[in-house]
């Protein structure tokens, strides 16, 4: 599906893309393990991090294909989302559902949010060919603008989960749901 894409026509991309792998392979080693540093400790910076990261790369991919600069400057910035999207959305977003949910509705709860997710993988596959034959720049400029709204909604929505119980948690949604309550009164 994706073979037919702008970036994969270039004969010297596909030799860049092989180079690439090792490099890719790489940074699933040790990427991850800048959670280690201790300012990325709580999930919602990794979050945040992540989503920075990602978005400069889908902004840079995009700038190469409205400039028709595909060459290794693309894949560099392939190379930053991949990174960013393997430190933080990809393997974090999996511990953030276990831990968030209250145990009155964890069940439901996580069944529902698995299912969105895999719902929004299927609607971005399923669009990508689509979007690519419009515009190559604009499909990843709206994925780059995803990424950014990605870390507006973890900095405003997401609560930190970091040391704390499923209670904690609990207490936390229920505090949040007090403080709508007021706000609307006023």
Not at 23 to 50: C, D, R
Not at 98 to 104: A, G, L, Q, T, V
Not at 141 to 165: D, R
Not at 167 to 181: A, P, V
């Amino acid at each position: 599906m994706f073979s037919e894409s702008l970036l994969i026509k270039d004969e010297n991309f596909k030799k860049y893309i092989e180079c690439a792998g090792s490099f890719i392979g790489i940074s699933k080693t040790y990427v991850p393990n800048l959670g280690n540093v201790e300012v990325y400790k709580q999930l919602y910076a990794l979050y945040i991090v992540g989503s920075i990261g990602m978005s400069i790369g889908m902004f840079g991919v995009s700038s190469m294909a409205f400039s028709n600069m595909i060459g290794i400057g693309t894949l560099i910035f392939i190379i930053i989302y991949t990174a960013s999207f393997m430190m933080s959305w990809g393997p974090i977003c999996w511990v953030l559902i276990s831990e968030i949910f209250p145990n009155k509705i964890r069940g439901r709860a996580v069944a529902i949010a698995v299912a969105v997710q895999w719902a929004a993988n299927y609607f971005i596959s399923s669009t990508y060919p689509t979007m690519m034959e419009y515009s190559g720049g604009l499909t990843y400029g709206f994925y780059g603008l995803m990424s950014v709204l990605s870390a507006l909604f973890v900095w405003k929505l997401v609560p930190e989960t970091k040391g704390k119980t499923l209670e904690q948690m609990e207490n936390t949604w229920r505090k949040r749901k007090e403080d709508q309550k007021d706000s609307q009164i006023i």
